[in-house]
T-cell receptor, first 114, second 113 residues
Framework: EAQVTQNPRYLITVTGKKLTVTCSQNMNHEYMSWYRQDPGLGLRQIYYSMNVEVTDKGDVPEGYKVSRKEKRNFPLILESPSPNQTSLYFC?????????????FGAGTRLSVL | AQSVTQLGSHVSVSEGALVLLRCNYSSSVPPYLFWYVQYPNQGLQLLLKYTSAATLVKGINGFEAEFKKSETSFHLTKPSAHMSDAAEYFCAVSLYNTDKLIFGTGTRLQVFP
């Protein structure tokens, strides 16, 4: 089944403890992206990647890192999480680039930073 | 810079009633416009998209949206609501020469029996 898989789905951690949220897609998509969803703010892009070893900042990159060593994987790294990073995170991928692209989303990771 | 505004963070309708979710966009050039739906505990999925072909766009599950340049609007409608339509709906805008999708703040649709 074609899908974007995120792990874990739920995560509770403490301030300063490094964590990684994994994202994997099995559709051979070149474009991948991370978003965070907060009430009243909609989805905001954190980072995106147009291909292996090519990543760029989105609108809210502070406090996050990403890497794209393989086409299928795009992990999101929080080196020193803080409570303001408590949010719902989505990974997405797309087979094409450009404004008309359709993005396919994972089921989300709900993160709480205490 | 482009943006979208969704009027009404919550909309409630009775089953069988018309669904109207409002979206207005701001863009200096012709945009691409999208509606995504998020069912509880799931990721977003595409309902429909406008890419400068027909101004009336039909999507999945009986939804449609009309691009109105004069009103800078892309409202989402469905003639008859079903209980299964209860979800959060996001309008989004993009430009042809970018890899960026800008989302609105979302509208939560409740459907009452």
């Amino acid at each position: 089944e074609a899908q974007v898989t995120q792990n874990p789905r739920y995560l509770i951690t403490v301030t300063g403890k490094k964590l990684t949220v994994t994202c994997s897609q099995n559709m051979n998509h070149e474009y991948m992206s991370w978003y965070r969803q907060d009430p009243g703010l909609g989805l905001r892009q954190i980072y995106y990647s147009m291909n292996v070893e090519v990543t760029d900042k989105g609108d809210v990159p502070e406090g996050y890192k990403v890497s794209r060593k393989e086409k299928r994987n795009f992990p999101l790294i929080l080196e020193s999480p803080s409570p303001n990073q408590t949010s719902l995170y989505f990974c997405a991928s797309s087979p094409t680039r450009g404004g008309a692209m359709i993005q396919y989303f994972g089921a989300g990771t709900r993160l709480s930073v205490l | 810079a482009q943006s979208v505004t969704q009027l009404g963070s919550h909309v409630s309708v009775s089953e069988g009633a018309l669904v109207l979710l409002r979206c207005n966009y701001s863009s200096s050039v012709p945009p691409y416009l999208f509606w995504y739906v998020q069912y509880p505990n799931q990721g977003l999925q595409l309902l429909l998209k406008y890419t400068s072909a027909a101004t009336l766009v039909k999507g999945i599950n009986g939804f449609e949206a009309e691009f109105k340049k004069s009103e800078t609007s892309f409202h989402l409608t469905k003639p008859s609501a079903h209980m299964s339509d209860a979800a959060e709906y996001f309008c989004a805008v993009s430009l042809y020469n970018t890899d960026k999708l800008i989302f609105g703040t979302g509208t939560r649709l409740q459907v009452f029996p």
